[in-house]
């Protein structure tokens, strides 16, 4: 998979919380809210939704970068660098 833009990642963070919660509302997230406390995602949540981002970007996601994965904003960031230090 090609480098994401910032828009594409936002993309597919939504789509993947989206098939892990159907009725999430993103209207209710702004892009610097903990989106796991306003959508109420779960550990498990969580864990899928990893999963889900991992699969869909082929990008290396670890434990240790969770915390970088806790806003749209910041989820969005990680995904564009990690998507491009991956194809380098």
């Not at 796991?36 to 434990?63: G, H, P, Y």
């Not at 995904?79 to 194809?87: I, Q, S």
Request: charged share 35%; net charge negative; no cysteine.
């Amino acid at each position: 998979m090609k480098p994401l833009n910032n828009a594409e990642a936002l993309t597919v963070i939504k789509e993947s919380i989206t098939q892990i919660i159907p009725d999430a509302d993103f209207t209710l997230v702004g892009p610097d809210d903990k989106f796991r406390d306003v959508l109420d995602l779960d550990s498990l949540d969580f864990l899928s939704l990893i999963e889900l981002l991992s699969e869909r970007t082929r990008a290396r996601i670890d434990e240790e970068d969770y915390p970088e994965l806790t806003t749209l904003s910041d989820a969005a960031r990680f995904l564009v660098d990690r998507t491009a230090a991956d194809r380098s």
